[in-house]
């Protein structure tokens, strides 16, 4: 398409960019460019514009932008063709059923890492009344918050290295409702809990992406996602060895730990929990069968 074509220029001659228009000249833009869900992209962009949703979008297809809507939107078609990620664009992703704020301080929450919060409803179920459960590498807190909106009754601890991920998250803690009974502390995995009563449940989902395989990444995520939540070390498993040490410390007794991974890392990890003495060690798979989840109970 030529610049005349384009959204950029508005002109009262021209024949009127509608969203039903708009929409189908972002899209081709979008699919030529290399965008893997085109329309679905250029759908959430301009809901987010207009303050809809996609539903809307379509009983609204005749609706003529405003001057100020085809500039709002044109900015975030701008920096979208620039690989930055459609939810920081939004400042929100979904997970879990609810909305969590999300920026470039914080890792873009995935479907995948909904199967760590199931497994934690799910050891938790015994205990459903009262418990406390850690979550370490919290991120925009969409584990430790998703846990506590089922289990209103526990109480969640999280950490974080990044003082700014802590930021994101406590803001996610009053946005979904639940700030009384979730705590954020920025540090180094256990040390900002140091002096706190053990835990029954410690949920992990760190870095685990081995060191040279990050920069191979697409540029959506290698420019613009926390290289702190994405860079595991030379094979990608430095802070699982960590946590798989050092855990023990922090749970009470047949307490357990809950650690998300790589799809190819299953029987690594679970060969250092067993020779860590970790009892009933095991793999769950993800919605795409793929090994995402390893647990066992504290030796």
Request: net charge negative; proline share 6%.
């Amino acid at each position: 398409m030529t610049s005349q074509d384009s959204p950029a220029t508005v002109s009262p001659r021209t024949e009127p960019w509608t969203v039903r228009r708009v929409l189908a000249w972002v899209t081709e833009d979008f699919a030529s460019r290399g965008v893997e869900t085109p329309r679905l992209e250029a759908e959430l962009l301009l809901a987010h514009v207009l303050g809809a949703n996609r539903i809307q979008l379509i009983v609204d297809r005749d609706r003529p932008l405003t001057a100020h809507e085809l500039g709002a939107y044109r900015a975030l078609v701008t920096r979208r063709r620039n690989h930055e990620p459609v939810a920081y664009l939004r400042k929100e992703r979904e997970f879990y059923g609810h909305d969590f704020e999300v920026d470039a301080r914080v890792l873009i929450p995935r479907p995948d890492t909904e199967t760590l919060v199931e497994v934690a409803l799910k050891r938790s179920q015994e205990r459903y009344l009262f418990g406390r459960l850690l979550d370490v590498c919290t991120g925009s807190g969409n584990v430790a918050l998703s846990f506590a909106k089922e289990r209103p009754t526990w109480q969640v601890l999280a950490t974080d290295l990044s003082s700014d991920a802590i930021a994101v998250a406590s803001r996610n803690a009053v946005r979904l409702g639940v700030a009384w009974n979730v705590s954020f502390f920025a540090g180094d995995l256990f040390d900002p809990v140091k002096g706190q009563p053990r835990f029954h449940l410690i949920t992990a989902n760190p870095p685990y992406i081995p060191s040279e395989q990050v920069d191979q990444l697409s540029p959506s995520i290698r420019n613009h996602e926390p290289r702190l939540a994405l860079d595991g070390g030379q094979d990608g498993l430095d802070l699982i060895r960590r946590l798989i040490h050092d855990a023990p410390s922090w749970l009470e007794q047949g307490g357990e730990l809950a650690l998300e991974m790589a799809c190819d890392q299953g029987s690594r990890v679970v060969e250092m929990m067993t020779r860590n003495g970790w009892q009933d060690v095991q793999i769950v798979r993800d919605l795409g069968q793929r090994d995402r989840v390893v647990r066992g109970i504290r030796p």
